[in-house]
């Protein structure tokens, strides 16, 4: 797989430490090194400093990573562009568009926005991506590679899609856990004790989620089967699929106001 042999990674926090072990770990050759004032991340097989000026002067990356917060970045990104004559540079801050980025690393730099969601943690990512003109296709596939390190990765022709993606995958994992969660109090409704109630939610979310991912059988498909015509799970069904209110419309709606505001972050 091509990916890059060279990599910098700036701001190592809980998503980009995520992203890098998984690196490490598909790729055991990546020469990785991080700068993070905070202090040394607890990852093995990187090179780490506090800070831009304790690199040796001759050091050049062939990816630069920045997981940084957006508000800060204005004022760090520009002393990187002493790499982008042979750097591919890489964002996964939301709201920094690429032509904010190319503002600070110089129009000529080339550059990759990504969207990573939180189950790269676990190797079952997705990560969107979109590239800016200079781009190559070689380190396109690199990033790629990156991406399906720790999952799926998701070429994307738009920005406007990465705002999508985000409604989607990105804020996705906070709607499963939202269902969970909603699930487990329901379950103690019914007369469960907490640690019963927290047990039946998580495995039965869980084991629906395997079966998503086996056979290549649809969601509507997995649905039909469980639901018996006349049935209870018909019953339950009748209330979180009706036309207006239900589960459908309603996360629709909440994907249409995710969506908003992502479009807002970016402008």
Request: glycine share 8%; with cysteine; charged share 20%.
């Amino acid at each position: 797989m091509n990916h890059p042999k060279t990599l910098l990674l700036v701001g190592c926090g809980h998503m980009g430490g995520s992203l890098l072990k998984g690196w490490i770990n598909a790729f055991p050759a990546l020469e990785a090194t991080v700068i993070e004032p905070a202090g040394k991340p607890p990852i093995d097989g990187i090179a780490w400093v506090a800070s831009l000026q304790e690199l040796a002067a001759d050091y050049q990356p062939e990816m630069v990573v920045f997981g940084l917060k957006p508000q800060i970045m204005a004022g760090i990104l520009p002393d990187y562009q002493r790499f982008k004559e042979k750097a591919c540079f890489v964002s996964m801050a939301a709201g920094r568009s690429l032509a904010s980025l190319q503002a600070m690393l110089g129009a000529d730099a080339a550059l990759v926005r990504i969207m990573p969601n939180l189950p790269v943690s676990v190797q079952r990512g997705v990560t969107g991506f979109v590239c800016n003109a200079q781009v190559t296709e070689e380190d396109a596939s690199k990033v790629a590679a990156l991406a399906e390190a720790v999952g799926v990765a998701v070429a994307l022709e738009t920005e406007a899609q990465l705002d999508a993606l985000t409604a989607v995958s990105g804020s996705g994992p906070a709607y499963l856990f939202h269902f969970a969660e909603a699930l487990e109090r329901a379950a103690q409704s019914l007369g469960f004790n907490e640690e019963t109630a927290r047990t039946l939610a998580i495995e039965t979310t869980l084991g629906s989620a395997k079966l998503l991912d086996s056979d290549g059988i649809t969601a509507a498909e997995w649905r039909q089967r469980v639901t018996s015509p006349g049935g209870t799970t018909a019953a339950a069904l009748d209330v979180l699929m009706q036309p207006e209110g239900g589960f459908e419309a309603l996360l629709a709606k909440a994907l249409a106001q995710a969506l908003a505001r992502a479009k807002e972050l970016s402008s």
